[in-house]
Each structure stands twice: as C-alpha cells, then as structure tokens.
C-alpha cells in the first residue's frame, strides 16, 4: 500500500507580512494513521526539500497526541525535511494521494498543473483521493474525464466560510473553499465549526477542519484495505 502526501512549498500569507504553509495536525495525524497501518509513505511538495509549516499550528493550544508525538520522532522530521519534487512522482507508483491543508496550497498547489495532473491520474485510475480542511482548494482546476470539474455533482466538504472568517481571513485568502466547491458544483456539506466532518463519494474524500483529520485518513485507509479484499 503506497501513499502519497502532498504538501505546500508556499509560505506568504497573502500581503499581511505573515507566515504560512501547512498545518501540523493534518500531516501529523494522518502520516501516523497511514505508517500504523504498515503503508509505505512518500511526501512531496512543489519545491522538495522542507514545506514550511504554518507558525500558528505549532503553538500550545493547537497541540494534539499527534503532533507531540511528531516532535519527538526524528524519522518523521527527517521525512518532512526531505520532500520529494511533486515534478518527480508519478501516479502509476502510488494507491492514493493525500492532501493535507493549511493556508499555503490555497495559492500553489491550487493553481500547480503538476498536481492537477497526478489528481486526474490517479482519479482516473480507479484510485482513491483525499483532501482535508483547505487542501480540497486544490481541486479548484481540477477535471474529470468528461473534462467537468471533478467535484461536480459530488458530495464534498472543506473548510467553512465561517471558520475562515473566524481566523478573521476571509478577505486575505485567494478563495474562499466552501465557495469555490459550491462554485463547481460540488454538493457541499459540513458539520459544526471546528468539529471533526468528512464525506466520502466514490473515490473522492474530503475533510472539513483540521480536526478532520483523522477521520478522512481513516476513510481513505478503509477504502484502500476494501479494495485489495476485493
């Protein structure tokens, strides 16, 4: 079973002067879901090397068993130190992909014709995929075979417009993801903010929140063992 994670190589908070990139729990949960289940891992991001983590993610009161558990395992911070080029991968080596989310992809993974095009491949070929919190932004561009927007007509969630506005960010992200799914035609739902929410529609998952996280790679996983029992 090989998976693929996908993370941000962008680290500006639009033109506040702050930083961003990706959110420690949602790489942290489920990179540890995926190696307890004896998966082998390999992370990716645009431009390779270390993704910048978003400050914010880092701090107390965002901490859980997941990302403690992070910080004292070098063979993880050597993998997330040591990402792989996203222009070097190809779908045909992976079973699945899995995005975790942040601000960051919002403005590059987004828009990255190279992982439009590994989405669409491995889509394509019958394999699963999996976005959390901000990382189904990634979809925005993102086709089905009939060339429709592979959201379209599909049960899919992300982050809410209102948690968006409560991190007061609403007019600093490129788009808003609620409304680029609704957009697309994508048939959105959601839980409570800031409470754990996935939905899955055939090969297509999607997390609300970073609370989500675990929830949506336990999906993923759970579609990949009934794959292979099949």
């Keep these: 079973m090989k998976i693929l994670m996908v993370l941000t190589s962008h680290d500006e908070l639009g033109n506040t002067g ?5 959110w420690l729990e949602e790489f942290a949960a489920p990179y540890y879901a995926f190696l307890e289940a004896g998966a082998d891992i390999t992370v990716a991001s645009p431009k390779g090397g270390q993704p910048p983590l978003d400050p914010k993610s880092d701090e107390p009161s965002f901490q859980t068993d997941q990302t403690r558990r992070f910080h004292t395992d070098p063979a993880a911070q050597q993998v997330l130190g040591a990402t792989v080029r996203l222009d070097s991968v190809s779908a045909e080596d992976f079973d699945a992909v ?3 989310g942040g601000h960051g992809p919002l403005w590059d993974l987004a828009e990255d014709k190279n992982s ?3 989405i669409e491949s491995l889509y394509q070929a019958g394999k699963p995929v999996a976005f959390v919190c901000h990382a189904p932004g990634v979809l925005r561009h993102v086709k089905d075979a009939d060339g429709k927007p592979l959201v379209q007509g ?25 409304d680029m799914l609704k957009q697309n035609g994508g048939v959105y739902s ?3 903010d800031w409470t754990s929410y996935a939905v899955q529609d055939g090969r297509l998952i999607t997390g609300q929140n970073p609370g989500s996280s675990v929830e949506t790679a336990g999906i993923l ?3 990949l063992q009934a794959a292979k029992a099949a």
Excluded: H
């Design 190 to 192: 959601s839980g409570d």
């Design 98 to 100: 899995f995005y975790p």
């Design 116 to 118: 439009i095009t590994l």
């Design 154 to 178: 599909r049960q899919v969630t992300g982050f809410k417009n209102t948690e968006e506005d409560g991190v007061g960010l609403t007019n600093v992200v490129p788009f808003l993801v609620e």
């Design 18 to 22: 702050r930083k961003t990139g990706f």
């Design 221 to 223: 996983l759970a579609t």
